[in-house]
């Protein structure tokens, strides 16, 4: 398939590969775990099987890119009854997450990885328990639990544990985090997460493509036009679906949405995780402005239900969009007002700056995406670097700073912000009549593809296979908030405990989106 | 930026909030809130409760019935449904004191069997 070239290797050579192609200036996407026992499709019929003739095993399959080159799935078969593999997270951690959730819903053995403990399913769960292998019971057996968590915490005189959440003080999502502190200066952090696990990539298997989207793109609220584009590519490269001009524009102009809206949120909650309410109600204003906007081409106010395989199941409407000039003027000018009231405070440059301070390499290790990487000097934007619809003729601009504290984050969204508004302007010009839908033909039962958009907080990477009848078989999603989580843990060392609201913050990450 | 400007600021915006439940949000003329049924139009087929990714649709000799519980306003029943009876509605206000206030009934017209 075109954009993207599938290779069979050794398990005991997966890890040493991977770090190699990472040495060579590849980026980690994600790491999938499949279940193929009993797989009904045959190796000679072109559909890939796993595991040899028949489909006989496990396997997991790592997905690497690089800019303007097809992506790379390299896929290693694991024995039935040995499924195991020399751990890639060891070499390169950007994998050690993906490692640990597969582990959990798999059963899936990294080899020599560092970090033994569970993740997705917390010790709640009973042992032996791997809710996507083909022959997991429908519902959670009872059995031995190990209900004792151990988090990863500094030991020593006058160093203490600070436990927070997973309920917070706000409206926010649950999440765990233990910081070893002495006095007000944090020493480390071990962030426990997964506590709004939905079993989502479970939900889906057997489903309609249709019935499927709906869920997909809600595995979070905010993110869901990049979900929903990262599975209607997927599908639309598996049927072989060539979108509309006009869907392709308009898919991208919801993007631009997104992101804008996103930005304008996000920047305006991080003026509130420092108590600056000028800059936390005149952008939270103008962020409710845009969910109207939403709502105006949509009918939904974080657009979801626009984006299908083979374009647009709602198209916005002529009013609509021609209001959206003048909107822009408007949102333009105020957004610039609501910045240089943040600008022109010492206050808030003060907390800003050098707090939650990641390094370029800490990022690049790490596997950071979207503003996190960009702030961290890493100047990579699936938009630009693997362009789809309509992003191969207007090129987005990539913003980046070396800085790496929360400032960098700051004005990354800002210049972000802005470049959405430039690029929404044009991609409103000129707009191309036509359809907006084309129905998606018959997919080969068997066949795998991967999706992929640049959401606000960066890559949303999809994977998927079809099953019989234009079904979902197996479908994972990463979202950029899963890929930045351990990035948050390793910005909070060195900063007081009072930063990490706004330190948290200046990452605005999805816990939904992780969870899944 | 000094005080008088982000007094300026925040006075040019004004009160933005509104006085809900007294008065509703401002809603878009595209808003598709939960979805309503014509009972006229509608044929009884179940094609929306077979293509509900949520299990939010029940139908019943005399009526069909929407959970807003389960509801995610995805408009899937819309697309299904061979007879357009369905379109998602403007009725966006869904809090109810119990699971059953959820649940937003509408009776069909009884047809003669043949």
Not at chain 1, 42 to 63: K, R
Not at chain 1, 278 to 307: D, F, I, M, P
Not at chain 2, 39 to 56: F, K, S
Request: with cysteine.
């Amino acid at each position: 398939m075109q954009g993207e070239r599938l290779v069979d290797v050794e398990r005991s050579a997966l890890a040493v590969l991977v770090a190699a192609h990472v040495a060579d200036g590849w980026r980690f996407a994600m790491l999938v775990g499949l279940d193929d026992r009993g797989s009904p499709w045959p190796a000679a019929s072109g559909a890939p099987a796993i595991g040899g003739p028949g489909g006989a095993g496990f396997a997991v399959e790592v997905v690497l890119e690089r800019p303007a080159e097809p992506i790379l799935r390299l896929r290693a078969a694991l024995p039935a009854d040995e499924p195991s593999y020399a751990s890639v997270g060891r070499l390169v951690p950007a994998a050690l997450w993906d490692e640990r959730e597969v582990k959990d819903l798999f059963g899936i053995v990294p080899e020599g990885h560092p970090d033994p403990r569970r993740l997705v399913l917390h010790e709640t769960y009973p042992k032996g328990f791997h809710p996507l292998r083909v022959d997991a019971p429908a519902e959670v057996p009872e059995g031995s639990t190990d209900r004792h968590y151990v988090p990863f915490a500094v030991h020593g005189e006058g160093v203490y544990q600070l436990p927070v959440g997973p309920i917070h003080a706000g409206v926010i999502e649950p999440g765990h985090f233990r910081f070893s502190v002495i006095g007000e200066s944090v020493l480390f952090l071990d962030a426990r997460l997964f506590f709004t696990h939905r079993g989502i990539e479970k939900l889906v298997e057997g489903r309609s493509f249709e019935r499927a989207l709906p869920i997909v793109e809600r595995a979070c609220g905010v993110c869901g036009v990049a979900h929903a584009l990262a599975f209607s590519i997927a599908v639309e490269r598996l049927a072989g679906t060539v979108v509309p001009d006009r869907a392709d524009r308009l898919r991208a102009i919801l993007a631009e949405f997104e992101r804008l809206y996103n930005h304008v949120g996000d920047l305006g909650n991080m003026c509130a995780g420092i108590g600056f309410n000028v800059g936390s109600s005149q952008l939270g204003w103008l962020k409710e402005r845009l969910l109207r906007t939403n709502e105006s081409l949509t009918g939904h106010r974080y657009l979801a239900g626009a984006v299908a395989p083979g374009g647009l199941a709602i198209e916005p409407g002529r009013d609509a969009l021609s209001a959206l000039p003048d909107r822009l003027v408007e949102v333009e000018g105020d957004l610039r007002a609501a910045l240089r009231a943040v600008a022109g405070s010492e206050f808030a440059a003060d907390r800003f700056r050098a707090t939650g301070h990641v390094p370029r390499e800490t990022a690049l290790r790490l596997g950071a995406a979207g503003v996190a990487a960009r702030a961290s000097g890493l100047a990579m934007d699936l938009r630009r670097d693997h362009p789809t619809g309509a992003y191969g003729e207007f090129r987005a601009l990539v913003c980046t700073s070396d800085a790496g504290d929360a400032a960098a984050r700051f004005d990354v969204r800002a210049h972000e912000a802005q470049a959405s508004i430039d690029l929404l302007r044009e991609l409103l010009a000129d707009l191309p009549e036509g359809p907006t839908r084309v129905p998606v033909g018959p997919v080969e039962p068997g066949r795998s593809a991967l999706g992929w958009a640049e959401g606000p907080r960066g890559a949303s990477w999809l994977w998927l296979r079809a099953g019989d009848g234009g079904t979902v078989n197996r479908l994972h999603l990463r979202s950029a908030s899963f890929a930045n989580w351990p990035v948050v843990a390793a910005a909070a060392p060195g900063n007081l405990v009072p930063d990490f609201p706004l330190i948290n913050k200046s990452f605005e990450l999805c816990y939904a989106c992780t969870d899944r | 930026m000094d005080l008088f400007d982000r007094l300026r600021l925040a006075l040019r915006a004004g009160v933005v909030t509104s006085r809900y439940p007294a008065e509703l949000p401002l809603l878009q003329a595209a808003v598709r809130g939960l979805p309503e049924v014509d009972p006229d139009r509608c044929q009884r087929d179940g094609a929306c409760v077979a293509a509900c990714p949520t299990g939010a649709i029940e139908l019943s000799a005399s009526s069909w019935a929407v959970d807003a519980g389960r509801c995610v306003m995805c408009g899937v029943c819309e697309r299904a449904c061979p007879s357009e009876a369905i379109r998602l509605g403007s009725h966006v206000t869904l809090a109810a004191r119990t699971p059953e206030g959820l649940v937003h009934r509408t009776e069909l017209r009884q047809v003669m069997e043949p």
